[in-house]
């Protein structure tokens, strides 16, 4: 393989980041030179609460070598108590007080939202870059994500888009980029890898779409980019095939044509990085990267206990 794991784990956990940070820019600067020139004036890419939360679950499986749904409530429950300004939507912080107030648990408090059927946002997507890493070759993936969601987002298709968006990082991270990119055994993929009907059939439009060459504007128009996963994860993912040999092509497509910037920055970025590794984002992104150290260290770490 041209690009070794570790590089690939690197070019994930930054890259998720990075596309959180920018994206979070992009939704002030909304054409591509006024976001680059953003990008180059900023001393800081400072992130959101997408890459605080993956943050919070990669040091919990890391201390517990695995998801354990109380341990991974309690950490994110902490970070957020600690970084309250991050930019959290308002599902995660009921769950944190609600658990703290009347000691029932994460799981319970996030199914009790949205009158029992459970959030679908794509809050369990956007910090999913850990479980995929750890959990690539493993055939427990799905059950793994759709755990470490579950802890704030109890509807089946904010589990499921969760899930299939950790299985695209997992496939990314084995692919050999130096190759031609095998677009059509990734989007069935997807689709086979899907348990509810809104997931598949949206994965079911990325290979349409991909297929077709579809203008991005008028794919995202047909995929979505709102805070449901269903509405925007499949938009992350269509921005990857697009242009899947370039991180920065890859970013830009699924930060600059509106809609939940940041997560789509995420989810984007998470693929991409994992594809093509750690050298493929620029240099001068990395350097300005908020707790870029952490992260790097945070990669070693989830790299080192897979081996």
Known sequence: MGVDLKAKYLGAMLGSA????????????????????????????????????????AESILEKRGIDQHHLGDTLSRNF??????????????????????????VEAARSLFDGAGSLGNGAAMRITPVALVFHDAGSLYEAAAASAEVTHGHPVGKDGAAVLAWAIAQALKLDPEREF???TF???LIDFARTEQIRSKMA?????????????????????SVAVDESMPFAIFSFLRHAQSFEGCLLCAILHGGDRDTLGAMAGAI???HLGIEAIPLPWRQKLENGTLLEELATSLHELTR
Do not use: K
């Not at 970084?83 to 009347?102: D, K, N, Q």
């Not at 439009?205 to 980019?225: F, K």
């Open 18 to 57: 990075l596309g959180d940070a920018i994206g979070e820019l992009a939704f002030w600067n909304r054409e591509r030179e006024g976001l680059s020139d953003a990008v180059e004036r900023s001393q800081e890419l400072r992130y959101t609460d997408d890459t605080a939360m993956a943050i919070g679950l």
């Open 81 to 106: 108590f600690q970084e309250p300004w991050r930019g959290y939507a308002p599902g995660p912080p009921t769950i944190f007080s609600l658990v703290r107030s009347s000691g029932i648990s994460y």
């Open 182 to 184: 095998p677009a059509e």
């Open 187 to 189: 989007t069935q993929g």
């Open 205 to 225: 439009l990325v290979r349409a779409l991909t297929r077709e060459e579809m203008p991005p504007h008028l794919a995202a128009n047909q995929l979505g980019r």
């Open 272 to 274: 991409s990085g994992a």
